[in-house]
């Protein structure tokens, strides 16, 4: 089985680090043109410099994901410079919120919400409208999490939006089926050596210790092993795969 993208235009939002970054990367490597998307222009460029290097195709874009209005533009100026899009990966998301709902604060519940699941939601609409404008096809990777499946004690907001990102992704995927437009979660466990894992380490080492230490693979996933699976999910080797949410997890939510 070869996973070919070529001819294929493919936006990465939230692709400047971490999950996104390799998204960028191995979609390039697979042979899409790549518009990597976040707030950081520097890190962005950075993706876009490594994929030119490697002889790829890619552009940068600034996006805050919370904006609505930047957001149709994203797309708008993906489709100005190569006139379609055929795949879409969201993973801009943050996680700041490893604490009880008792003290969970109100304002991060709002912020979390804001970029985990409204930004998914903006994202997902203007993508899947010009999937549709095109006249159908299309594969849409949501970044959930193994929180979408289940529940961290510490960490109601960050379960809520990743339950939030698979309701989207199943509720679209069969909005738009008959079109050809397939949309998809990826469900990982920890992700070694993503800003986003880095702060729960740092912050709060307590909890993530031992979540690490329960994945029964030994080990937290590399980001490698979930960009491969994102540019599976965007291929049409993955032609008959719609709603679904695949856990990257070494098997930890097999216990
Ligand atoms: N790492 C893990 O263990 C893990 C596990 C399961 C799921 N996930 C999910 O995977 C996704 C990516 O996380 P990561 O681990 O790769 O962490 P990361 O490196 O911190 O990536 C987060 C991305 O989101 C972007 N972002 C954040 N706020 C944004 C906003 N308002 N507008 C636009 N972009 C924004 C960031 O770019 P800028 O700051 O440049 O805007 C960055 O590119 C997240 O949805 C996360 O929940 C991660």
């Given at each position: 089985?070869?996973?070919?993208?070529?001819?294929?235009?493919?936006?990465?939002?939230?692709?400047?680090?971490?999950?996104?970054?390799?998204?960028?990367?191995?979609?390039?490597?697979?042979?899409?043109?790549?518009?990597?998307?976040?707030?950081?222009?520097?890190?962005?460029?950075?993706?876009?410099?490594?994929?030119?290097?490697?002889?790829?195709?890619?552009?940068?874009?600034?996006?805050?994901?919370?904006?609505?209005?930047?957001?149709?533009?994203?797309?708008?100026?993906?489709?100005?410079?190569?006139?379609?899009?055929?795949?879409?990966v969201n993973s801009?998301?943050?996680?700041?919120?490893?604490?009880?709902?008792?003290?969970?604060?109100?304002?991060?519940?709002?912020?979390?919400?804001?970029?985990?699941?409204?930004?998914t939601?903006?994202?997902m609409?203007?993508?899947?409208?010009?999937?549709?404008?095109?006249?159908?096809?299309?594969?849409v990777v949501n970044l959930s999490?193994?929180?979408?499946?289940?529940?961290?004690?510490?960490?109601?907001?960050?379960?809520?939006?990743?339950?939030?990102i698979e309701?989207l992704t199943?509720?679209?995927?069969?909005?738009?089926?008959?079109?050809?437009?397939?949309v998809n979660a990826v469900?990982?466990?920890?992700?070694?050596?993503?800003?986003?894992?880095?702060?729960?380490?740092?912050?709060?080492?307590?909890?993530?210790?031992?979540?690490?230490?329960?994945?029964?693979?030994?080990?937290?996933?590399?980001?490698?092993?979930?960009?491969?699976?994102?540019?599976?999910?965007?291929?049409?080797?993955?032609?008959?795969?719609?709603?679904?949410?695949?856990?990257?997890?070494?098997?930890?939510?097999?216990?």
């Open positions: 089985m070869s996973v070919e993208l070529n001819d294929k235009v493919a936006l990465v939002v939230g692709g400047s680090s971490g999950i996104g970054r390799g998204a960028a990367l191995a979609l390039a490597a697979a042979g899409a043109r790549v518009v990597v998307a976040a707030r950081r222009e520097a890190e962005s460029r950075e993706v876009v410099g490594e994929i030119e290097a490697r002889g790829g195709e890619a552009m940068f874009v600034r996006v805050d994901v919370t904006i609505h209005g930047q957001v149709e533009a994203l797309v708008a100026t993906t489709v100005e410079r190569w006139g379609r899009l055929d795949c879409a801009a998301g943050i996680n700041e919120d490893m604490v009880p709902i008792t003290d969970a604060d109100d304002a991060l519940f709002d912020r979390m919400m804001a970029v985990n699941c409204k930004g939601f903006l994202c609409k203007h993508e899947l409208r010009q999937m549709l404008r095109q006249g159908g096809g299309g594969s999490s193994t929180m979408g499946h289940v529940a961290a004690p510490a960490g109601s907001i960050y379960t809520a939006t990743k339950h939030a309701g199943k509720s679209a995927a069969l909005s738009h089926a008959k079109q050809g437009i397939r469900a990982p466990t920890a992700v070694a050596g993503t800003p986003l894992i880095d702060y729960g380490m740092k912050h709060y080492p307590e909890l993530m210790a031992p979540y690490i230490a329960d994945i029964p693979a030994g080990r937290p996933a590399r980001v490698d092993e979930v960009a491969r699976v994102i540019v599976w999910l965007c291929s049409d080797e993955a032609s008959f795969v719609n709603g679904h949410s695949l856990v990257i997890d070494g098997g930890q939510l097999s216990k």
